[in-house]
């Protein structure tokens, strides 16, 4: 299995400051098909999950572009120009290239400093 | 608007079964795989099954191999796990999502499992 590790775990981030979430594969993610199946996972306090970015760099409708994911192989990050504090929530990231299983990271908890 | 909304949780005791259901709407259902995910009470994401947009291709993780069976009714627009010889391993939300650009759009809601004795 595909193990996905995360860091770090917790992000203090002060609000109107960038921040940055690293997620590495045990695998490479590149699919035979060239597509690199690597998604983000946004789950407020009390809420479902929702996915931000898929394969690596696609933001999903509605999701503000302060919102930005980029890697490759088995580097990947998502990153937050301007933290608001509505982004306050666990993140995960996600690969379906190498299924099954589909396996996820622990997830990063984002705070306000 | 784009809906999943999951319903069949509850209390259970071990070993015994629920079977969960999951109603489509404001996409094209039948032309989507689907999965179960499901999250352990203060716990992570973990990827339960996966069913393919006619219900021939169905795969699962080693956990519930054997005991969950997933399906689907295209007529009806829903997806179905059922959920034997249940654990207390299981307890957690499971929630359904689809499969639009991978796995993740959409996403429900969530129904809540407790297998307790």
Redesign the interface.
């Known amino acids: 299995d595909v193990v996905m590790t995360q860091s770090p775990l917790s992000l203090p981030v002060t609000l109107g400051q960038p921040a940055s979430i690293s997620c590495t594969s045990s695998q490479s993610l590149v699919h035979s098909n060239g597509n690199t199946?690597l998604?983000w996972?946004q789950q407020r306090p009390g809420q479902?999950?929702?996915?931000l970015i898929?394969?690596v760099s696609?933001r999903?409708s509605g999701v503000p572009d302060r919102f930005s994911g980029s890697g490759s192989g088995t580097h990947f990050t998502l990153s937050i120009s301007r933290v608001e504090a509505e982004d306050v929530a666990v993140y995960?990231c996600?690969q379906?290239t190498r299924?099954?299983?589909?396996?996820?990271?622990?997830?990063t908890k984002l705070e306000i400093k | 608007d784009v809906l999943l909304v999951e319903s069949g949780g509850g209390l259970v005791q071990p070993g015994g079964s629920l079977r969960l259901s999951c109603a489509a709407s404001g996409f094209t259902f039948s032309s989507s795989a689907m999965h179960w995910v499901r999250q352990a009470p203060g716990k992570g994401l973990e990827w339960v099954s996966r069913i393919g947009d006619t219900g021939t291709q169905r795969h699962y993780a080693d956990p519930v191999k054997g005991r969950f069976t997933i399906s689907r009714d295209n007529a009806k627009n829903t997806l179905y796990l059922q959920m034997n010889s249940l654990r207390v391993e299981d307890t957690a939300v499971y929630y359904c999502a689809g499969d639009r650009g991978g796995l993740g759009d959409p996403w429900g809601q969530g129904t809540l499992v407790i297998v307790s004795s």
Do not use: A, E, L, V
Not at chain 1, 101 to 107: A, L, N, S
């Open positions: 199946y998604n996972f479902s999950p929702r996915r898929f394969q696609n999903d995960f996600m379906g299924w099954p299983p589909y396996t996820f990271g622990q997830g």
